[in-house]
């Protein structure tokens, strides 16, 4: 098993930065990938952002490549979030997730923060 715990949200103005982060414990070392995901009020889960393990490749979103970047400190199986140039829209709750081989779905979860941005 996987335990996530994220943590860093809250409420910024539009235009501002925030930093999610996501701490991972557990059997951990078997974990291939993790990413951000994110719902806002009304909308479905969406993808933002993940990063595979080993290798460190990264995949954003359409809508937030350019002002997100996905990052890990080794050390500390910790995952990161950092949002720049935030908008309105970028108003969600942000899980953190964990994928292993072989499956190909993120099967732990965080429970999520919430981030706000105000206009």
């Known amino acids: 098993q996987v335990q996530l715990v994220e943590s860093g949200g809250g409420l910024v103005q539009a235009g501002g930065s925030l930093r999610l982060s996501c701490a991972a414990s557990?059997?951990?070392?078997?974990?291939?990938?993790m990413a951000w995901f994110r719902q806002a009020p009304g909308k479905e889960r969406e993808f933002v952002a993940s990063?595979?393990?080993?290798?460190?490749?990264?995949y954003y979103a359409d809508s937030v490549r350019g002002r997100f970047t996905i990052s890990r400190d080794n050390a500390n199986n910790t995952v990161y979030l950092q949002m720049d140039s935030l908008k309105p829209d970028d108003t969600a709750v942000y899980y953190c997730?964990?994928?292993?081989?072989?499956?190909?779905?993120?099967?732990?979860w965080g429970q999520g923060t919430q981030v706000t941005v105000s206009s």
């Open positions: 990063r595979t393990w080993s290798s460190g490749s990264t």
């Open positions: 557990g059997r951990t070392f078997s974990i291939y990938a």
């Open positions: 997730a964990a994928r292993k081989l072989p499956s190909f779905r993120y099967d732990y």
